[in-house]
Every structure is written in structure tokens, then in C-alpha cells.
């Protein structure tokens, strides 16, 4: 079982930055990824970065602009946001033990077993 903590949530303009984290806790040793969902529309898989360093995925809305990350030593996953629009603005979700298909080299579905309770991204016009 691991347990998912997201922080670093917040409100900025566009064209600014965030960084997300993501607390692991318990069995920490999976792959990981990062969702959304804006109200009322469906929740997008984001992004994921497998267990092998360098395996990272992003969807094709914030490509060139997001980057995951993870700290292994540090149970950790990040997601850095640069460049954020207003239609980024969603409730940002991590995740465990995802897995995805792709569309070329972009996400095209993704699902996860394991939940966090998630934090508030909004970006202002």
C-alpha cells in the first residue's frame, strides 16, 4: 500500500509557474503520474515518469511546458508547471502504479490504483 500527499498548489497569473509535490509513504518503489480535472470535464492524465529514470510521458496540452520528476532518495515526485494558462486550471492529482498507452509519444490514456487527495491549481487571465 503507499500513501499520496500532493502540496504546492496555488493561484497565479498567466504565464507563471508552480511546483507541485507529491509525499510518498509505504511501499514507494512504483511507477508514478500526475492527473487533472477541471469542473466539468473529465479527469487527463497529465503526466507520468516510470520507475527507470528518463521514462517520463506528458499529454499533449502541456508538453514543452510541465515536467515531472522524482527524487527516489526522497520519496518525492514533483511536477514542474512553467508558462501556466488559464486553461490549466484544475485540481491536480498524484498518483501510483499508473499505467498509459500512448499516442505517438503523448499520452493517450492512463489510469492509476492509488490516489492522493489532491491540490487546487488555478491560473488567472
Known amino acids: 500500500q503507499v500513501q499520496l500527499a500532493e502540496s504546492g498548489g496555488g493561484s497565479v497569473q498567466a504565464g507563471g509557474s508552480l511546483r507541485l509535490s507529491c509525499a510518498a509513504s509505504g511501499s514507494t518503489y512504483r511507477p508514478y503520474c500526475w492527473f487533472r480535472q477541471a469542473p466539468g470535464k473529465e479527469r487527463e492524465g497529465v503526466a507520468t515518469?516510470?520507475?527507470?529514470?528518463?521514462?517520463?510521458y506528458y499529454a499533449d496540452s502541456v508538453k514543452g511546458r510541465f515536467t515531472i520528476s522524482r527524487d527516489n532518495a526522497k520519496n518525492t515526485l514533483y511536477l514542474q508547471m512553467n508558462n501556466l494558462k488559464p486553461e490549466d486550471t484544475a485540481m491536480y492529482y498524484c498518483a501510483a502504479d499508473c499505467a498509459f498507452s500512448l499516442r505517438g509519444s503523448t499520452i493517450a490514456t492512463m489510469t492509476a490504483r492509488h490516489w492522493g487527495q489532491g491540490t487546487q491549481v488555478t491560473v488567472s487571465s
Open positions: 515518469a516510470s520507475i527507470r529514470i528518463g521514462s517520463t
